[in-house]
Structures are given as structure tokens and as C-alpha cells.
């Protein structure tokens, strides 16, 4: 059963992410009719750079963190069957976030902070942007602490016992948020904040993006985590059957937080200031990483498989149709895998390294990352929503009929917007430009894929206004709904005390590290990379 502090808790921090989804919608609307180039009256790049970096802010880090953080909180009260540790921590950090994010909306909307959601110096945004984004780090640490003390909590009460598989994750993912804001933490405090307050002329832009690529990679799957968690907790319960194997599962999460933090060079493979061997290294590790995403899908499709022979499906696929394609669980796993199919396969184009040179800052990336991100995962997000909202506010989901047709307007609309991003891409048109004015035969063939790009966008927030409409509905005119708790979601009792613990792994992740980022960091202190008196300073 879920106490009130908890179910609040949960609430409020998903009020924000949704709140924030839903408004970064509206700015992809217009971002997707000024960056075709069709509509002249609409055209400002001063503008769009303002209203892109509002957009990315709010869906890679407002949506993400204050979502995870009320799963978390949710996963970790009825998982382990025991209320918050320290709830007073866990407002405090929700306050510390959400100052941070109304301090960084002001430059942002104000045009004085358009400087993308990766924030790459030189361009500098308004003090006010960095020192709000560094307090949403701060605050989320605060969860991160109470994930890993509750974990604790529980395992000293229950010697010798598993983890719950759901909690098991929540866990991965805290340790894997720790080990990942280190990167920009160190960014922001050493370098942006005393840049952007004057309190030095100049910063090593190289330094900065090797901070922040430790940062941007992992930071992908703290966002997958929870999706993941609920392919392997929640689906395979939906569709009727149970997971296939809760091992797989828990080497799945071992794997990609241990493969997943020392790579993020491959967002550096073009860049200078890091050598052959260190982006070589992180290649092989990229391609590791994929391993998990690979096991995840087996798992998850074999569960889905068993539960369909138990319906009666028949032969090779009848067992895909026999699956209850009305349960918004079961529908969202399915549109988010097969979304996870040419959002994957479009990962492993990036991370080799030839194919990046083709790829690389041109409209296939945010193809990529718009298609594994804001589908595969966001779907999943929206799919727990649907799932955990009559739970917390104990009414009765508004319509079932209603949320199937918005899953479905959203996997439609992602797909009609990111194919032709991928196309462009190809096409060679870059990623991070306003828009496209100049006519040449180059440009003129990008244009079918320009509105064809419109159309998607016009899907996807019609998609997120229905979604709001619902949660809306359910909120005010709901029926009253009986609580009922979560099924057991741990599958196999005993598992290893490798698949238990996270003290070997972190011990692991701490020598990797070392080999990753250890000199390519220490060469910019070691070398002299840099001279800001031969560019006369
Ligand atoms: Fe990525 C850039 C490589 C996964 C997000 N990525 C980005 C950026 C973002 C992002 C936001 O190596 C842009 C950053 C920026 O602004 O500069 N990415 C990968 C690789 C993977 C990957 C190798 N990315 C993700 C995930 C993200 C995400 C997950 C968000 C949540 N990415 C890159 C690289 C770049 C990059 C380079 C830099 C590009 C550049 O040049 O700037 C892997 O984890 C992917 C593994 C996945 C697979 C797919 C397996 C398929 C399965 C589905 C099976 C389903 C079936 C259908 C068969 C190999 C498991 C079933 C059907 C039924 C009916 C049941
Ligand atoms: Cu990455």
C-alpha cells in the first residue's frame, strides 16, 4: 500500500515533467514550421535558438529528472514495502529542483540563454541559466541518496533475501545518475559558472566538451532505466504471462551501468582535442553497451511471447496477435520496441566510427536520438503514467479507448517526423540551423522531408494534448477507484550475490573511469593544450 507522502511525492514531481513535456511541445510546433524555411513571417533565428534550447531543457532535463525521480520514489515504497526514508530529504531536494529549473527558465525565455540543452562554450548563456541547471543536479542528488539508503535499509532488514527486481533497477539507475553528473557538475563549477560571473575572461572549450561527454552518454540511459524497468516489471504481468528470466534482467542493469559511463567520447569522435586511441577505446565500449539494450529486447520479447502462447496464439507469429493490444502496457511496449529497432540500429551508425564522419552534426542525430528517446522512452513514460495515475490519485482512468489512440497518434507522429530527419541527414543537411532560406539544388530536394517533418510535429501535439486531456479528465471527473497494490514483480527468489549488490561493480566502474577519462583530462592540465596569451588575452 502507498502512504500519502508517497503518493504526493510522486505527484507532484510528475505535475512538472508532464507540465514540462507538454510545454516543450508546443515550442517543437513552432520549431518544426521555422525550421522548414516555409514560412516567412515566422523566421528568427534569435527566436528559434531560444526556443530550442527551452524545448531540449525541458525534455532531456526537466521531464526526465522529475519523472524518475517520482517512479523512484513510487518503485521504492512498494517494491520494498516500506515508507520514504527521510521524506523531509525528499521535499527538500524536489524544492532545490525546481527552483533551479524556474532560475534557468528566465534567461532561457528571455533569449539570454540559447545555447541548447548541451550548453557547448563558447557560447555563453546568463549566470542565472548554469547556476539553475547546476541546482537541479544538486536536488536530484538528494534522491539519488535516498534510493541508495533505502536500498541499504532494506537489505540489512532482509539478510540473505533479493532485491526486488524494480527496486534493483532504481538502484543501477541512482548509482549510475552519481557516477554520471560528475562530469557536468565539474563543468559547471570550475568552468561555466565562474565564466559566465566574469570571474575569469576565457575557458578550455576542450576541457568543457570532454566534461560533458562523460556527462551526455550515460545521462541517455538514466533516462532508459525506468522505461526499461517497466518492460521488464510491469509488461510482461500485463500481457498475462511473467518474465522470462529475472537473471537476464538484472545482468541487463549491471551492464549498462557498467558499460554505459565510460564512453561518451563517441560524441567526441570529430572533435580534435582528444586522440585516436582514447575515442578507439570508448568505440569498443559503445558497441558493448548495445548488449543490454540486445538482452533487454530478448527478454522482453520472449516474456511477451510466452504470454501469447498462453493466450492461444498459434505458429511462428500468431502468438503477436493474441496479445492484449488494448492494455496501454502491452500496446506501448510494443510500439516502443519497434521503435527501439531503427532507433538502435541508427545508434550503432553513430558509433562507428567512419559512418559518424558521414552522420555527425547533420539531422540524422536528432533523427536518432528524438526516435529512441522521445519514442522509446517517452512512450514508456507515458504508458506508466497511464498505469500509476489512478494509483495515486485514486480515480479511475478517464478512458482506455482514448489513451490506445494517443499511444498510437505518437508513435505515428514520431515516425513521420524522425524517417525524414534521418533522410536529411543523409542529404547532408545540418542539425543546429534555424532554418533553411537559401535555395540551391542541395536545399531544394531537403523540401519534401521538410513537410513531411511538419505533418509528424502536427501528430505529435495533437498526441500530447489528447495525453494532457486525459490525465486532466482523470484527475476531475474520475470515479473513485479501489487501491490495489502492485503485483509481485520479482519473479525467481535467490538470485547471485553478484546480481545483489553494487559494491564489486562500483569498484569496476571506478577503474574504468580512470582508464577513460583519466588522461584524456589530465592532458589539458599536463600538456599545455591550451595558451590563452597566443590568442592574445
Ligand atoms: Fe544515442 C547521440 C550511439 C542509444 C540518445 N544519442 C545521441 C544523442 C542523444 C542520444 C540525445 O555513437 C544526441 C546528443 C547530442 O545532442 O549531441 N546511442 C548510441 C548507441 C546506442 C544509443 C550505440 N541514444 C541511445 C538511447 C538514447 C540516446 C537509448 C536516449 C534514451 N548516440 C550514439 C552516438 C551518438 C549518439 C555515437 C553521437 C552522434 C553524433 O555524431 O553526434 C545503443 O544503446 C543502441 C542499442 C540498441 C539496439 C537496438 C536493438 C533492438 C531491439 C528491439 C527489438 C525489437 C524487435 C521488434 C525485433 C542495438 C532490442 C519486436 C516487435 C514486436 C511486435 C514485439
Ligand atoms: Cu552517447
Request: charged share 10%.
Amino acid at each position: 500500500m502507498i502512504d500519502t507522502n508517497t503518493k504526493r511525492l510522486a505527484l507532484f514531481n510528475f505535475w512538472i515533467a508532464f507540465g514540462s513535456f507538454a510545454l516543450a511541445c508546443v515550442f517543437g510546433i513552432y520549431q518544426v514550421l521555422e525550421r522548414s524555411g516555409l514560412f516567412s513571417f515566422i523566421q528568427s533565428p534569435a527566436v528559434y535558438f531560444a526556443s530550442v534550447s527551452t524545448h531540449g531543457v525541458l525534455m532531456a532535463f526537466v521531464l526526465t529528472t522529475f519523472f524518475i525521480m517520482g517512479f523512484g520514489y513510487y518503485t521504492a515504497t512498494t517494491s520494498l514495502k516500506m515508507p520514504i526514508w527521510n521524506p523531509l530529504l525528499a521535499w527538500s531536494g524536489y524544492a532545490i529542483c525546481l527552483t533551479g529549473v524556474v532560475l534557468a527558465a528566465i534567461p532561457l525565455l528571455l533569449g539570454k540563454a540559447s545555447v541548447l540543452y548541451t550548453f557547448y562554450p563558447p557560447i555563453q548563456a546568463n549566470a542565472f541559466f548554469y547556476i539553475g541547471a547546476t541546482l537541479l543536479v544538486v536536488g536530484s542528488w538528494f534522491w539519488t541518496v535516498i534510493m541508495i539508503v533505502m536500498f541499504g535499509k532494506w537489505k540489512k532488514n532482509h539478510p540473505g533475501e533479493t532485491v526486488p527486481l524494480p527496486m534493483f533497477a532504481t538502484t543501477a539507475n541512482a548509482y549510475l545518475w552519481a557516477w554520471t553528473s560528475v562530469g557536468v557538475a565539474l563543468e559547471a563549477v570550475f568552468q561555466l559558472l565562474p565564466w559566465s560571473l566574469g570571474l575569469r575572461d576565457t575557458i578550455d572549450v576542450g576541457l568543457a566538451r570532454t566534461l560533458f561527454a562523460w556527462t551526455l552518454h550515460p545521462i541517455v540511459y538514466f533516462w532508459l532505466i525506468p522505461a526499461y524497468i517497466a518492460l521488464y516489471s510491469y509488461v510482461p504481468i500485463a500481457a498475462g504471462g511473467k518474465l522470462f528470466s529475472e537473471k537476464l534482467a538484472r545482468v541487463a542493469f549491471l551492464l549498462i551501468l557498467v558499460f554505459g559511463l565510460p564512453i561518451g567520447f563517441h560524441h567526441l569522435y570529430m572533435d580534435p582535442e582528444q586522440g585516436t586511441i582514447a575515442k578507439f577505446w570508448h568505440m569498443v565500449g559503445t558497441f558493448a553497451v548495445a548488449l543490454p539494450t540486445l538482452l533487454t529486447g530478448f527478454t522482453v520479447i520472449a516474456s511477451l511471447e510466452m504470454a501469447g502462447r498462453k493466450r492461444g496464439g498459434k505458429g511462428l507469429f500468431g502468438w503477436i496477435g493474441a496479445l492484449p493490444w488494448q492494455n496501454t502496457m502491452v500496446l506501448a511496449a510494443i510500439l516502443s520496441l519497434l521503435m527501439l529497432v531503427l532507433g538502435g540500429f541508427g545508434g550503432i551508425v553513430n558509433a562507428s566510427y567512419a559512418m559518424n564522419a558521414m552522420v555527425h552534426n547533420t539531422a540524422w542525430v536528432p533523427g536518432h536520438f528524438h526516435l529512441i528517446f522521445a519514442g522509446t522512452v517517452v512512450t514508456m513514460y507515458l504508458a506508466l503514467a497511464y498505469h500509476l495515475w489512478p494509483k495515486l490519485s485514486g480515480k479511475k482512468l478517464f478512458s482506455n479507448d482514448l489513451a490506445l489512440t494517443q499511444l498510437w497518434t505518437w508513435f505515428i507522429g514520431m515516425v513521420i517526423m524522425t524517417t525524414p530527419w534521418h533522410v536529411l541527414g543523409l542529404l547532408g543537411q545540418p542539425r543546429r540551423i534555424s532554418a533553411v532560406q537559401y535555395n540551391s539544388l542541395l536545399t531544394l530536394a531537403w523540401q519534401p522531408y521538410e513537410l513531411l517533418m511538419i505533418i509528424g510535429g502536427f501528430v505529435l501535439l495533437g498526441s500530447a494534448c489528447l495525453f494532457v486531456y486525459i490525465l486532466f479528465k482523470t484527475q476531475t471527473e474520475g470515479t473513485l477507484e479501489p487501491q490495489t497494490d502492485e503485483p509481485n514483480i520479482q519473479g525467481e527468489a535467490v538470485v547471485s550475490l553478484w546480481l545483489n549488490n553494487f559494491v564489486p561493480w562500483n569498484l569496476l566502474i571506478l577503474g574504468l573511469m580512470m582508464l577513460s577519462y583519466g588522461w584524456p583530462i589530465l592532458q589539458f592540465f599536463v600538456l599545455k593544450t591550451y595558451n590563452p596569451t597566443a590568442w592574445g588575452y
